[in-house]
C-alpha cells in the first residue's frame, strides 16, 4: 500500500490529466494555455466589465456619470415587481454573452463553471448580505421539460450549482414550467407578460422550503433582458409563500 498523500497526489494528478484531456486547456477569449478547469485566463477575467455603481437598484440597468442616491429607472420606476431587486454581475458585453450562448446553444457544460463564478460577484452587493445570513436558497428559473430535453441540462441550473459552491446557499428546484413558452425575444412587454401568465408552479421541494424556511428566495437566471421572466418566478414563490425574492443574473442583457 502506498501512503495516503502519495495515493492522493496521484489520484490528484490523474484527475487534473484526465480534464485537460476533456476540457479544452486554452483560455476561451485569448487563447492563453491554461490549467484545467478553468475557462478563463486571469488578464481576459479581469477585463471583463463588472456591474458597479450608479446602476438602476430594480433591474441593474447601469447609468454613467456620477449618481450618488438609490434611483430606480425611468423603466421601473413605472413598473411593480414581484422581487425585491435583480443583481447582475457583469455588464453587457459581447465576450461574456458569448460565453452564455455557447453554454446555452452549444452546449459547452464547462463553460458555467467560470459564468457561475462570475455570477458569485453579485454577492458583493451589500443588499445580498441578509440573504447571505439567512442562507435563503438559491432557486434556478426552470426550462420546461421539451426544452430541457433538447438541451440536455438548465443553464440556470448549473450556474446556481457553481454559486452554491462559492457561497454555501443550498440550491433548490422550487419552480418548474408548467407550460410551454414562446421565445420572448421578438415579443412586447405586454405579449411577454401574456405569454408568461401561468408560467410557472410551485414544486414539492419548493413547498418543503417555504414550510422549513419562508423567509427568502434567491432566483438564478443567466441573462436579465426585460425581467418579465424572473418577475414572473418571483410572482409565483411569493403565492407560494416565500416572503422575500431577490434575482442575481451573470449579466445585464
Ligand atoms: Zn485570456
Ligand atoms: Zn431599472
Redesign the pocket.
Known amino acids: 500500500m502506498l501512503p495516503r498523500e502519495i495515493q492522493t497526489r496521484f489520484w490528484q494528478q490523474w484527475l487534473s490529466r484526465t480534464l485537460d484531456l476533456i476540457y479544452p486547456s486554452h483560455c476561451e477569449i485569448c487563447g492563453e494555455n491554461l490549467s484545467a478547469g478553468r475557462a478563463l485566463c486571469n488578464v481576459c477575467d479581469a477585463d471583463l466589465p463588472r456591474l458597479s455603481k450608479p446602476f ?6 447601469p447609468f454613467p456619470g456620477k449618481i450618488e442616491e438609490d434611483f ?6 413605472k413598473l411593480k415587481f414581484s422581487f425585491e431587486f435583480c443583481r447582475p454581475a457583469m455588464v453587457r458585453d459581447d465576450r461574456t454573452l458569448e460565453m452564455i450562448h455557447r453554454l446555452k446553444y452549444s452546449r459547452e457544460l464547462h463553460l458555467a463553471e467560470d459564468l457561475g463564478r462570475l455570477a458569485v460577484e453579485a454577492f458583493s452587493d451589500p443588499r445580498l448580505a441578509l440573504a447571505l445570513k439567512e442562507k435563503w436558497p438559491l432557486v434556478p428559473v426552470p426550462l420546461h421539460w421539451r426544452r430541457r430535453q433538447h438541451r440536455h441540462f438548465n443553464q440556470a441550473e448549473e450556474i446556481s450549482r457553481v454559486i452554491a459552491q462559492h457561497t454555501d446557499l443550498p440550491m433548490i428546484k422550487a419552480l418548474k414550467r408548467s407550460h410551454a413558452t414562446e421565445h420572448q425575444t421578438r415579443l412586447t412587454r405586454v405579449q411577454r407578460l401574456e405569454n408568461l401568465r401561468g408560467a410557472f408552479t410551485i414544486t414539492s421541494a419548493g413547498q418543503r422550503q417555504i414550510g422549513k424556511s419562508p423567509v427568502g428566495a434567491i432566483l438564478v437566471d443567466d441573462v436579465l433582458t426585460t ?1 418579465s421572466t424572473v418577475d414572473e418566478c418571483a410572482k409565483t414563490l411569493r403565492r407560494a409563500g416565500f416572503q422575500k425574492v431577490a434575482v442575481i443574473t451573470v449579466m445585464r442583457g
Open positions: 438602476c437598484e430594480k433591474c441593474g440597468e430606480a429607472c425611468p423603466n421601473c420606476s425581467g
